[in-house]
C-alpha cells in the first residue's frame, strides 16, 4: 500500500527571545501514514503537534529531515491541491451564510457554474448544514464553525485531510457528528490525518497513533499494538448469574484480579439518554 505522508527524521527548532538560544520544537520523528488510512497525533500542549502540522502542510521548512505528500516533497505546490486543511480555530467572514461561505472557497478552486452550485450542495448534506445553509456563519455554534471548516477543507476534493483539534470545544452530540463524517470519508478512500488531545476520540476511529512528547516520537503503532497488555486478559460475560460467578471466583484462584460490572463511558451514557428522549 502506498504510503500518503511519509516523515523522515524531522528537525525543527526556533530561536529563543531576542535571538538568543532556541527551543527544539521536534526532534528526530519519522513516520509513515497508510493512503485511505486514518492517523492520530496525541500530546501535550507545547509537545510539537502544530509544527509537524505546519512542516507536512509546507508552512515551515524543517532544519533537517523531509515530509513528503504521495511521494512529492510537502512544499511542492502541486500539493495544495492534494491538502485540505482544518485549523483549530478556523475564521470565516461573519457576514457570508454557509451557503455563500463555500461558494467564496470554491471559486478560490476554481470551480463555476453547475459544478460550484452541485459541490457546494454536496459538502452542506455531508457535513449536515443543508438546513442551515442560508444563516449567516456568525450565528453558527462551535460545531457548525468546525463543520463548515470541514466543509471548506473537502471543496477541492483533497486525497488527504489534516484536521487540528476538530472538536475541541464541541458538544458530545456535534462531536459524535464530526467524527461519523471522518469516518465516512475514510470509506471513500480519503487519508485523514488528525491532532487531538481527546485519548478516548482518537482511540475510537484512528487506525494508527503516535504520541508525541517534547518534540520526540515516543510511541507509534495501530490501536491493537498499543493498546494490548500481555500480562492481562479480559472476559466479558453476559447474564451471569451468583452461581456461575461463584464458580468462576473459586475456578481462577489467585489468577483473578478483579469482577466488576462492565461500564460504558460516559459520552455512551449521554447520547443513549437523548436519543431514548427523542423516540419517546
Not at 500481555?230 to 475456578?251: K, S
Request: with cysteine; glycine share 10%; hydrophobic share 40%.
Amino acid at each position: 500500500m502506498m504510503n500518503a505522508v511519509e516523515i523522515e527524521n524531522l528537525h525543527k527548532s526556533f530561536l529563543g527571545h531576542w535571538g538568543r538560544g532556541g527551543v527544539y520544537a521536534v526532534k528526530g520523528v519519522s513516520l509513515n501514514i497508510p493512503e485511505g488510512s486514518i492517523y492520530g497525533l496525541i500530546g501535550p500542549n507545547g509537545s510539537g503537534k502544530s509544527t509537524m502540522m505546519k512542516a507536512l502542510l509546507g508552512l515551515l521548512s524543517p532544519d533537517e529531515g523531509a515530509c513528503r505528500v504521495f511521494g512529492k516533497p510537502a512544499s511542492t505546490p502541486i500539493n495544495r491541491r492534494e491538502v485540505g486543511f482544518l485549523p483549530e480555530n478556523p475564521y470565516f467572514y461573519k457576514f457570508l451564510t454557509g451557503n455563500e461561505t463555500l461558494r467564496f472557497y470554491a471559486r478560490l478552486c476554481g470551480l463555476r457554474g453547475a459544478a460550484l452550485r452541485d459541490r457546494c450542495e454536496e459538502l452542506l448534506d455531508l457535513v449536515g448544514l443543508s438546513d442551515a445553509a442560508h444563516r449567516r456563519v456568525g450565528t453558527y455554534s462551535k460545531g457548525m464553525l468546525q463543520r463548515i471548516g470541514l466543509a471548506q477543507a473537502l471543496v477541492q476534493r483533497p486525497r488527504l485531510v489534516v484536521l487540528d483539534e476538530p472538536t475541541a470545544g464541541v458538544d458530545p452530540i456535534g462531536s459524535r457528528t464530526i467524527r461519523d463524517i471522518i469516518l465516512r470519508l475514510k470509506e471513500q478512500g480519503m487519508t485523514i490525518f488528525l491532532c487531538s488531545h481527546l485519548l478516548e476520540q482518537v482511540q475510537e476511529i484512528c487506525d494508527r497513533v503516535g504520541i508525541l512528547y517534547q518534540g520526540c516520537l515516543i510511541a507509534e503503532g495501530s490501536m491493537e499494538e498499543l493498546t494490548r497488555d500481555d500480562q492481562r486478559e479480559e472476559l466479558i460475560l453476559r447474564d451471569m448469574t451468583p452461581a456461575l460467578r461463584a464458580q468462576l471466583v473459586e475456578l481462577l484462584g489467585d489468577h483473578l484480579e478483579s469482577m466488576q460490572p462492565a461500564r460504558n463511558s460516559l459520552e455512551t451514557v449521554f447520547l443513549k439518554g437523548i436519543a431514548n428522549q427523542l423516540a419517546k
